[in-house]
């Protein structure tokens, strides 16, 4: 069982739909990530948050909007999504300072996402 | 930047004989390593970590990794394979000025009977 937590596992969704991704850990982490991960390809990453700011964007098309509404959920919000969007999208979380700052990030099992 | 190799896509190795799983580096400052395990349909898994210390770390599973800064690297290693350690493993460097992490490309490790 992985301590991050995201729902739901599998989505399938149309162009023209807009749906939600939600990410939950109950660690105490303060960084949460969002990733990208293709078949056979390393994740991907889109977003940081730290202390429920957004601290990087690695230049992810505006049809993802990602959200921090408190220290423990992270949402991805997508809209117009086209075909290459498919793939497996990953929370992570992490300690963002301190003695634990050098800890790993704890991933959970993804939601898997494919747009028609 | 902060980068890893992993030079080698597949590596296949009958089960009870030793495994490798290569990982070579390129940092600026002092790395932090890690390598992460992933089955089928599932997230990333921590295996173990190098920041400082000792050259030899162990980790989960029955896992070990040798860092050597002679040679950049950071080998994935474990003395006797089982079947199920089959699964794609990354290794992964810590950015020191962010919380970014970078993955290689990923190994994929096949263990057969």
């Known amino acids: 069982d992985t301590e991050v937590t995201q729902t739901p596992k599998h989505l399938v969704m149309g162009m023209t739909n807009k749906k939600s991704l939600k990410c939950e850990q109950h660690?105490?982490?303060?960084?949460m990530y969002w990733y990208k991960q293709k078949a056979k390809k390393p994740p991907e990453l889109m977003f940081v948050?730290?202390?429920?700011?957004?601290?990087i964007n690695e230049s992810v098309p505006s049809r993802f909007s990602p959200e921090c509404p408190n220290s423990s959920l992270l949402n991805l919000h997508l809209h117009a999504l086209q075909p290459e969007d498919s793939a497996l999208y990953l929370c992570a979380s992490s300690q963002d300072r301190g003695p634990g700052y050098w800890q790993p990030q704890h991933f959970g099992d993804g939601t898997r996402l494919s747009i028609l | 930047a902060q980068s890893v190799a992993q030079p080698e896509d597949q590596v296949n190795v009958a089960e009870g004989n030793p495994l490798t799983v290569k990982c070579t580096y390129s940092?600026?400052?002092?790395?932090?390593l890690f390598w992460y395990v992933q089955y089928p349909n599932r997230g990333l898994q921590f295996l173990l970590k190098y920041i400082t210390g000792d050259n030899l770390v162990k980790g989960s599973y029955g896992f070990e990794a040798e860092f050597n800064k002679s040679q950049t690297s950071f080998h994935l290693k474990k003395p006797s394979a089982l079947v199920s350690d089959s699964a794609l493993y990354f290794c992964a460097v810590r950015d020191g000025r962010n919380n970014d992490m970078r993955f290689g490309a990923g190994t994929r490790l096949t263990v057969k009977p």
């Open positions: 948050y730290s202390y429920e700011k957004l601290s």
């Open positions: 940092v600026s400052g002092n790395p932090y």
């Open positions: 660690m105490g982490h303060r960084a």
